[in-house]
């Protein structure tokens, strides 16, 4: 059969969560031994090596000034429509064929002080819509789909979960002088504690901050992402405690650097009040980082036994915490073993099995 994927997210120079997702499961799904056709469509020209060339993938750039899924996109699903239809980082378009949609979380709804008015509302809108009209619908965790079913009332029948996958060359760096040079290019000097992410509300860095403010000082903090709604109150909340001086904000980091970066760290910590599925902390256990990751939503089924969990509201847990990882020599070395084999169950080619199947059933 003919499926076509949304690729228009994958495509972005700088990905996040979303975007990676779509790039690593798009990346994988070409990769099966399938008898299907792919037909990529994109919204712009996409870098020449962002897919392998493959007889079974079609690219299909279509680009559109605005609106480009609900008017260019859905003009595509009128007069060319494939068998199927998956999109796996954003919402359907309003013309659509059968199709399958991957929902990644509803934190939106469960903290919406987090984001924006207008986000929370397109969120609220495009999510419940996605849920509708898909025929079946991929959720990266249980924690998502059982969202699914109270909040938005979706059967669970037609609810299929499929865990995220990690990227096959992530693994720990031991070249001591490839490190030095990753921790140069991001003037970290000190042994340092690391959080990789989107700078949010919903990742509850004010807190983290507070507890790292309890920490010794010959630690500084690496707060490594994008700068995103109101970061200039984690800045503000630096300096207040009196440690900015400790703190480094690093910007986004590309692909290249993370290993490295995640390998030096003294503690990954990851203190997010709600996520989806949590891949940066399978992320820092490929890599032998030791972790600290909340108690909530998604991030139990992601770090099972091998992280430190704690109550993301409780600064002084939180603290506490990461302490004994820098203290516990024993900790720390059980948390990296255990890391890697926790990592290890997660892989980009058993998640696109699971999403091919869905997607045959969804097409029948």
Not at 106 to 130: I, K, M, Q, V
Not at 213 to 242: C, F, H, M, N, T
Not at 321 to 349: I, P, S
Request: proline fraction near 8%; charge should be neutral; hydrophobic fraction near 45%.
């Amino acid at each position: 059969m003919n499926i076509g994927i949304d690729a228009s997210r994958a495509a972005r120079p700088e990905r996040t969560g979303t975007e990676n997702y779509s790039l690593h499961l798009i990346r994988a799904l070409l990769d099966l031994d399938s008898p299907h056709r792919f037909r990529l469509y994109f919204n712009r020209q996409p870098a020449a090596n962002l897919f392998p060339p493959s007889p079974q993938a079609d690219l299909r750039v279509i680009p559109f000034p605005r609106l480009w899924t609900h008017v260019r996109l859905a003009w595509e699903m009128l007069l060319h429509p494939p068998d199927v239809l998956f999109v796996p980082a954003h919402v359907l378009p309003l013309i659509h064929p059968r199709s399958v949609a991957t929902i990644h979380d509803l934190g939106y709804r469960h903290f919406p002080e987090a984001h924006t008015r207008s986000a929370r509302l397109y969120l609220e809108w495009g999510t419940r819509y996605s849920a509708r009209a898909s025929r079946l619908v991929i959720a990266d965790s249980r924690a998502t789909r059982d969202d699914l079913v109270s909040m938005y009332g979706v059967p669970e029948c037609r609810i299929r979960v499929a865990y995220p996958g990690i990227c096959p060359g992530l693994a720990p760096v031991s070249d001591s002088a490839v490190i030095d040079r990753v921790r140069g290019k991001y003037g970290i000097s000190r042994p340092y504690l690391l959080y990789v992410g989107t700078l949010q509300p919903r990742k509850n860095l004010l807190r983290l901050m507070d507890a790292f403010a309890a920490l010794p000082e010959q630690y500084v903090l690496v707060l490594a992402g994008k700068k995103g709604w109101l970061y200039s109150d984690i800045l503000s909340r630096a300096e207040a405690l009196g440690v900015g001086r400790r703190v480094i904000f690093t910007g986004y980091v590309p692909d290249e650097d993370l290993p490295a970066l995640l390998s030096g760290a003294e503690v990954f910590v990851f203190p997010s009040l709600y996520e989806g599925f949590g891949l940066p902390v399978l992320e820092a256990m490929a890599c032998g980082a030791p972790v600290v990751c909340s108690d909530t939503s998604s991030l139990p089924e992601v770090a099972g036994d091998a992280a430190l969990l704690v109550s993301p509201t409780d600064t002084a847990a939180l603290a506490a915490a990461m302490n004994q990882v820098l203290t516990d020599g024993d900790l720390r070395q059980r948390l990296v073993l255990r890391g890697r084999e926790q990592a290890a169950k997660f892989t980009w080619q058993r998640c696109a099995q699971t999403v091919l199947e869905v997607l045959e059933e969804a097409a029948v």
